[in-house]
């Protein structure tokens, strides 16, 4: 069985850097099991810029270097879509209200996502990729695929 591909939208990631509450744990038991291999995290190159910005403050120069080194961490288990002109062009053409969102459903579409993990399920209302947050991507994950996944104490 292939390894389930995901476009992770950037609220999982910061939840995960900024271990945001009450959304760390699943964010972070989603990254543990993405970096063991599990599955295959993805974001779109449009996304780093976008967390180097929001993760530092509007660009706060003091900031920027811690923000880079826990990119760079990231980066050893997380794949990166580039953004094409022809993904721009089609967020650029599309009705939704969001671009940022809209572009990043480009970017699913291009990679085949099997899932898109987002806390805002609302912002991706589509038949063509299934939009998830954590918790329900580990409850199909277990219903469709027998796969429990939890931390367990030693």
């Known amino acids: 069985m292939a390894q389930a591909k995901l476009l992770l939208d950037t609220n999982i990631v910061i939840d995960y850097l ?3 509450e009450p959304y760390y744990e699943r964010a972070r038991l989603l990254m543990i099991a993405g970096r063991v291999g599990e599955f295959d995290l993805w974001i779109s190159s449009s996304q780093f810029t976008d967390l180097i910005y929001i993760l530092s403050d509007g660009g706060s120069r003091s900031l920027v270097p811690l923000v880079l080194e826990r990119l ?3 980066r050893t288990f997380i794949n990166v ?3 094409s002109g022809s993904e721009i062009d089609r967020m650029l053409a599309s009705s939704w209200k969001d671009p940022e969102d809209a572009l990043l459903f480009e970017a699913a579409l291009s990679i085949k996502a099997d899932a898109l993990i987002s806390r805002n399920k609302s912002d991706f209302e589509s038949a063509l990729v299934r939009t998830m947050d954590c918790e329900e991507f580990f409850d199909w994950m277990l219903r469709e695929r027998g796969l429990c996944y939890d931390e367990v104490a030693l």
Request: net charge positive.
């Open 72 to 74: 760079r961490g990231l």
């Open 18 to 20: 900024n271990e945001r």
């Open 81 to 83: 879509h580039p953004v």
